[in-house]
């Protein structure tokens, strides 16, 4: 009897790269992780980052990998030629998510007709920007806009054509409608625009080049995946009251939603069946690591009293501009006054983090998402007991935390369902 398939999730997040193995029914058999080989913007870092991490499993294990799918950071995307090189020098480097591109934001709004797009801090602003960059550069087309994890899943299937839907809402796609908004698609450069498939979908097998350099099997299905908080909520299985935060570099809020909801900083995406809304920040634990290492952030927070407030009024921004629950690329972080105790300041940074989450959930019930009985956190911040009190207090609602359900344990599970049955 042959062994058992198993499947492949890895995770682009915002701070390193990780690694999933699950076997059919979803249940987890390994998991690594490191930080990007090159600067988050280097796209080739993103494929080492791939070999390097699979080239740890067991050959045994690798050999039985018949699936596998991509998550990325919503919103970082990067311009490549059709066979899926980059540009030289900084051209070659991607937009990350949460860069905003303010000087583009009335171009995209006028192209876009509303939606996420609209925003100085979406795709289409930073489309237009790596354009026009390349315009500026002489370097002529044609040219392909494709996200973080759509380029990898080209370079896994060795073909560029592809786009996953919930990695390109932020670039103008139309969940309802199917189809491109606005005026993007009539626009002269849409012909850089990905063909765009489900999460889900099974596009193809590995390029006999790509398995080569994984030490995986030619057979193995590349699967479209997702966006890295999507890919963390399939790793919970939320229930209809939930709401999900990933408490990673950034700040993300999930939750399921009858139908879909619209405002600037807000997403509506497709995943299971169902409509998953909600909004993700610059606002998040990287903040945190300006000021304290992991070890004194463990340290520190053991001071903490998450019952008593600090009087502390921070809004732990990483730079100028924010994308939700305010989409402002002006926005000023609030970082002071600092106080003499590194304790109450961790835990002023902790409760202004807690309150930009209330003011997330508040603003998706504004926009018509139903309100959250229960908060499940999932990511490194999620390791943190102190900070679980603390936005329970703000929340008002039960905080679970779970920090051993990963985004790349969710995208083995998308791969695995993708298996025949036994």
């Given at each position: 009897m042959p062994p058992e398939p198993l499947a492949l999730g890895l995770d682009l997040g915002s701070s390193g790269i990780r690694l999933a193995l699950a076997d059919r029914q979803g249940q987890r058999i390994a998991e690594l992780a490191c930080p990007y080989p090159r600067p988050?913007?280097?796209?080739?870092?993103?494929?080492?980052?791939?070999?390097?991490?699979?080239?740890?499993?067991?050959?045994?294990?690798?050999?039985?990998?018949?699936?596998?799918?991509?998550?990325?950071?919503?919103?970082?995307?990067?311009?490549?030629?059709?066979?899926?090189?980059?540009?030289?020098?900084?051209?070659?480097?991607?937009?990350?998510?949460?860069?905003?591109?303010?000087?583009?934001?009335?171009?995209?709004?006028?192209?876009?007709?509303?939606?996420?797009?609209?925003?100085?801090?979406?795709?289409?602003?930073?489309?237009?920007?790596?354009?026009?960059?390349?315009?500026?550069?002489?370097?002529?087309g044609p040219w392909l806009l494709r996200h973080q994890a759509d380029w990898l899943m080209g370079w896994l299937l060795g073909c560029w054509r592809w786009g996953e839907e919930g990695n390109n809402l932020r670039l103008g796609w139309d969940l309802l409608r199917e189809q491109w908004g606005g005026r993007i698609a009539v626009q002269p450069w849409a012909a850089a625009l990905p063909e765009i498939r489900p999460s889900g979908s099974v596009l193809g097998p590995l390029a006999p080049g790509t398995a080569a350099a994984l030490g995986l099997s030619q057979s193995c299905q590349v699967v479209a995946g997702s966006t890295d908080a999507n890919a963390g909520v399939l790793a919970v299985d939320p229930g209809p009251d939930d709401g999900i935060t990933v408490l990673g570099t950034t700040l993300v809020l999930k939750q399921w939603a009858p139908e879909p909801i619209h405002g600037p900083g807000v997403s509506s995406h497709r995943l299971a069946g169902r409509w998953l809304v909600g909004g993700a920040a610059n606002a998040g634990a990287g903040v945190l690591r300006q000021f304290f290492n992991e070890r004194q952030l463990a340290e520190l927070s053991r001071q903490i009293d998450p019952g008593q407030p600090s009087g502390l009024h921070l809004r732990p921004l990483p730079g100028r501009g924010e994308r939700f629950p305010i989409d402002d690329p002006n926005l000023e972080p609030v970082l002071g006054p600092r106080p003499v105790s590194d304790a109450r300041f961790l835990q002023g940074l902790l409760e202004g983090l807690a309150r930009h989450e209330a003011a997330g959930w508040e603003r998706l019930q504004e926009l018509g998402a139903p309100r959250v009985r229960r908060v499940i956190s999932i990511g490194g911040g999620a390791r943190n007991p102190q900070w679980r009190a603390i936005r329970q207090r703000l929340l008002g609602v039960a905080v679970l935390n779970r920090p051993q359900l990963s985004a790349a344990l969710g995208m083995a599970r998308l791969a695995a369902s993708s298996l025949p049955p036994p």
């Open positions: 988050f913007r280097d796209p080739e870092g993103w494929r080492e980052g791939l070999i390097l991490l699979t080239g740890q499993l067991p050959e045994h294990q690798r050999r039985r990998v018949a699936a596998i799918a991509v998550d990325g950071t919503s919103g970082t995307l990067l311009l490549c030629r059709p066979d899926g090189t980059l540009a030289p020098g900084q051209l070659g480097e991607a937009l990350a998510y949460s860069q905003a591109c303010p000087t583009q934001s009335t171009a995209a709004a006028a192209i876009a007709g509303g939606g996420p797009a609209s925003s100085a801090s979406g795709s289409l602003a930073r489309a237009l920007e790596l354009l026009a960059a390349a315009k500026a550069a002489g370097e002529a």
